[in-house]
């Protein structure tokens, strides 16, 4: 079976992993060349860490980020207004996970410098075929478009479904300091305006960098700026006079290092395939940032779809039948959808209730206190 992955992020690595471990050998198109972004810090919870170690990569990626133990959330003034303690999470920069990601698979799988352009399809619909931006159509019999958020892939899936913007902006910039980081120990501490719409995080990631960000409703806060010293005016201006360790971090961030991100939101698509064409990652899901899950979702989608082809080839067994090896790709990714869209329904439904939490003008209270999606 020849498998196209296009998109060499966490999903499009993920994918190439769980493929390898069922036998079967892909190939990756990523335009990027692999290079760490270090200002995206991602938090992995339960359900990522669990599909990392069946990937066998668990260990690796919790050796290059910092093992999290709780959320601590605050006022600006430093009051405590709650803890949630966590079983099992780490903070990590998504670079780091990318490269561990990348390092432990076979060479020639990724195929670097090269965007997807389009699919090409055969007069029943089914997909041969991707046009790369080098000229080159490499031939598949399943394509998995993990080409991120904004998807150009997704079209081919759900075309009536466009990911939009939404009110709520983050600013993300990063710091290295190793003397917070273990003052913060395995901790991300959380500063939320009680007035609702604003809120400081801080997310260390392991040897010393401390990723912090300012989530803000765009309605409330004007956040029309792009370059370093605006982002820094801004940053200063929403949250200069909150608590520790708040104006150390500020002090410290060189802002042309720093961030402004749109954050998009996209209702669950009904499906996750078409004919023979795939989503997975944020192809296939928008989550709100709240969640924390993007990744993690990512991972999921990589571990069961990867077990449905595994299952639908055993149980139809070896063929060389064109009609019989149509149907059954199409059995697995049937099985695909059906595994993955309960979850992805209930990451979006939880990812927009903590928005609408965010957005609220509320005082704080004991229900209000977890700041993660499940
Ligand atoms: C600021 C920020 C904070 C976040 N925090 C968290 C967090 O704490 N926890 C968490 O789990 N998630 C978090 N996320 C979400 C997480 O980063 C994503 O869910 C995750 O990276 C999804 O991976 P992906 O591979 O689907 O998409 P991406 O990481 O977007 O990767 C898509 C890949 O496709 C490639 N591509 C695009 N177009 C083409 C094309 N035409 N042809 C070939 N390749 C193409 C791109 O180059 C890219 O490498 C955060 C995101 C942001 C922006």
């Not at 009110?167 to 910039?173: A, M, T, Y």
């Amino acid at each position: 079976m020849r498998v196209v992955v296009i998109g060499g992020g966490v999903a499009g690595l993920a994918c190439a992993h769980a493929l390898l471990r069922v036998g079967i050998r892909p190939t990756v198109i990523e335009p990027g060349d692999a290079r760490p972004e270090p200002w995206k810090g991602l938090l992995l919870f339960e359900e990522g860490l669990v599909r990392l170690a069946s990937l066998g990569l668990e260990a690796r990626v919790v050796a290059r980020g910092q093992r999290l133990e709780r959320i601590d959330t605050f006022r600006p003034d430093g009051e405590a207004v709650g803890a949630v303690l966590l079983d099992r999470a780490v903070g990590v920069l998504q670079g780091h996970l990318i490269e561990e990601l990348t390092q432990a698979l076979p060479a020639g799988i990724v195929r670097r410098g090269v965007r997807a352009l389009e699919l090409l399809r055969d007069a029943r619909g089914d997909a041969h075929a991707v046009r790369c931006s080098d000229g080159s159509e490499v031939v598949g019999d399943l394509f998995v478009a993990c080409d991120g958020a904004r998807s150009r892939l997704r079209a081919q899936v759900a075309p009536e479904r466009h990911a939009g913007e939404v009110r709520l902006h983050e600013i993300v910039g990063h710091v290295d300091d190793p003397d917070l980081a273990a003052e913060l120990g395995p901790r991300l501490v959380k500063l939320e305006h009680p007035a609702g719409g604003l809120a400081f995080g801080v997310v260390p990631c392991g040897a010393g960098r401390l990723v912090w960000y300012v989530q803000l409703d765009a309605e409330r806060h004007r956040s029309d700026v792009h370059t370093a010293n605006e982002r820094a005016r801004l940053v200063h201006r929403l949250v200069g006079d909150f608590r520790h360790p708040v104006p150390r971090l500020l002090g410290r961030t060189d802002f042309e290092h720093s961030r402004l991100w749109h954050t998009t939101d996209l209702d669950a698509l009904p499906r996750l395939h078409a004919a023979n064409v795939a989503l997975a990652g944020d192809a296939a899901h928008v989550l709100l940032p709240f969640t924390g899950q993007g990744a993690g979702a990512a991972l999921a989608d990589a571990e069961e779809l990867a077990r449905a082809l595994h299952r639908a080839l055993r149980d139809g067994g070896a063929t060389t039948d064109p009609t019989r090896h149509r149907a059954q790709i199409a059995a697995a990714l049937d099985d695909y959808t059906r595994a993955r869209l309960p979850s992805v329904r209930r990451m979006v439904a939880s990812g927009r209730t903590l928005r609408d939490r965010f957005l609220a003008r509320r005082p704080h209270g004991p229900d209000s206190e977890i700041p993660i999606g499940r």
